[in-house]
């Protein structure tokens, strides 16, 4: 048997951590210290292991987070009043399972974003489609969709994800259309799949924020009936590191 060919063959159909394991090992004599059954299934158990990898690199660049944020470089030292316990509760991701929704608040600084991309690196990490985006921009994204014919196309990617962060929340006003935008989104993703929103303004003042009573009612119900919260204290992360 000629190894270079099986080895081409592999590449060929695509096993390429299959490939490159068997190059490894025929190099090494490696082969020759398991049953046939043995090293099948250590070629296998590589090749699955080196998609599963390939998968999660391409859903974390799909994602297009802002900044790597992840699970174990969470502060909790921080006087911020964020609960280890509870945040590492949501990091098991129950919640994107139970199509629930998180709320992130806290004054500017405070660490909203990184928490919020942690969970969404976490949900990569789990095979979870996830999507970032910040808010203002994805409304602006939106009303340009429109015009050019592709919106719904742009809100069928979304409704997709089975997670959605809307980061820097409300820091622009909502006018119409992107008020229409957002009820859109809310109401394609409602019981169906996750939202984490991270905002410094207070729940309490989103009504106000979007506008239109009726419409700001539907939006607000869905986004925050089953939703956790997190709410953060104290001063900017970033004034304090430079003290």
């Not at 490159?20 to 190099?27: A, F, P």
């Not at 599963?52 to 969470?74: M, Q, S």
């Not at 394609?188 to 979007?210: C, F, G, N």
Request: aromatic residues 6%.
């Amino acid at each position: 048997m000629n190894n270079q060919n099986t080895i081409e063959k592999m590449k060929h159909m695509r096993l390429g951590g299959m490939a490159q394991m068997h190059y490894t090992n025929i190099n090494s004599n490696i082969n020759l210290d398991y049953t046939i059954d043995q090293y099948v299934g250590m070629l296998v158990d590589q090749e699955w292991e080196n998609r599963e990898n390939n998968k999660i690199k391409k859903l974390i660049k799909t994602a297009r987070f802002r900044y790597p944020a992840t699970i174990l470089d969470v502060d909790y030292t921080a006087n911020r009043q964020l609960d280890k316990n509870t945040f590492q509760r949501l990091a098991l991701l129950d919640f994107v399972r139970n199509r629930e929704n998180v709320i992130i608040t806290g004054a500017t600084g405070t660490g909203k974003s990184y928490l919020a991309q942690a969970l969404g690196h976490q949900a990569c990490m789990m095979s979870m489609k996830t999507l970032y985006y910040n808010t203002s921009r994805l409304m602006d994204h939106l009303k340009i969709a429109r015009l050019e014919g592709s919106y719904t196309k742009s809100l069928l990617v979304i409704e997709k994800a089975d997670l959605l962060i809307l980061d820097d929340f409300g820091l622009s006003a909502f006018d119409n259309q992107a008020r229409q935008a957002l009820m859109d989104i809310i109401e394609s993703k409602y019981d169906h799949t996750s939202i984490i929103v991270s905002s410094q303004i207070p729940v309490a003042s989103w009504h106000e924020l979007i506008g239109e009573g009726t419409v700001a009612d539907a939006i607000l119900d869905r986004i925050v009936h089953s939703s956790h919260r997190i709410q953060l204290k104290g001063e900017s992360l970033r004034k304090n590191k430079l003290k």
